[in-house]
């Protein structure tokens, strides 16, 4: 079936130190892979996007994510975590054959300790 | 806004009413995607549509559930007979595929339903 796996439900850092939050998908033809943010009470809003292009990506508020074809993985980094980073974050992956829609991961719920 | 708009934010129910909720996709995207989100798990697959046409529906669709998009437009989802196991954030997506282009999905801030 076609997947993606978010590694960790949750994950905390200290404001100030590095971010990673793992990805993996299931290996198809083309992927399009994504992320998004969703904030308490708030909509999905698209961070960055992977499309055959380069595969490092670079997103809003200092994100970035690289695609790695041979380990299946899209893992989301950012330097330094700000306080308002800490939101749910979903990793989501769409097919160019196959089902058309976006298949979400479980989402990683991100900690911010001041 | 030229965001997805959906209508109503809030919906509170009694057991076996029928609730529609509306979507308004941005507007010249021909995709609409309908998710179901509940607490603490990512967004769910319901249906999408291209245009008017009803192209794929998840099997948590049951058939209590019915979606339309009429005009290609707007979208409407309908819950009949509603249980508690519905209450849920209901999520409405557009996007524009052209051939084999499309771009990402844009979000509505979705329609949270309790069923009470």
């Known amino acids: 079936a076609q997947s993606v796996t978010q590694l960790d439900s949750h994950v905390s850092v200290s404001e100030g130190t590095p971010v990673l939050l793992r990805c993996n998908y299931s290996?198809?033809?083309?992927?399009?892979l994504f992320w998004y943010v969703q904030h308490p009470n708030k909509g999905l809003q698209l961070l960055l996007k992977?499309?055959?292009?380069?595969?490092l990506v670079k997103g809003i508020n200092g994100f970035e994510a690289e695609f790695k074809k041979s380990e299946t993985s899209f893992h989301l980094t950012k330097p330094s975590a700000h306080m308002s980073d800490a939101a749910e974050y979903f990793c989501?992956?769409?097919?160019?054959?196959?089902?058309?829609?976006?298949?979400f991961g479980t989402g990683t719920r991100l900690t911010v300790i001041p | 806004d030229t965001g997805v708009s959906q209508d109503p934010r809030h919906k509170i129910t009694k057991r076996g009413q029928n609730v529609t909720f509306r979507c308004d996709p941005i507007?010249?995207?021909?995709?609409l995607y309908w998710y179901r989100q509940t607490l603490g798990q990512g967004p769910e697959f319901l249906t999408y549509?291209?245009?008017?046409?009803?192209?794929?529906k998840s099997r948590l669709l049951s058939d209590r559930f019915s979606a339309e998009r009429p005009k290609g437009s707007f979208s409407t989802l309908e819950i009949q007979r509603t249980e508690q196991g519905d209450s849920a954030m209901y999520l409405c997506?557009?996007?524009?595929?052209?051939?084999?282009?499309?771009?990402?999905?844009?979000f509505g801030q979705g329609t949270r339903l309790t069923v009470v």
């Open positions: 549509f291209q245009n008017e046409a009803q192209l794929e």
């Open positions: 290996s198809s033809y083309s992927p399009s």
């Open positions: 507007s010249e995207h021909n995709r």
């Open positions: 997506a557009s996007s524009l595929a052209q051939g084999a282009s499309r771009t990402e999905a844009f």
């Open positions: 992977y499309t055959s292009a380069a595969t």
């Open positions: 989501v992956v769409t097919y160019q054959t196959g089902a058309n829609n976006l298949f």
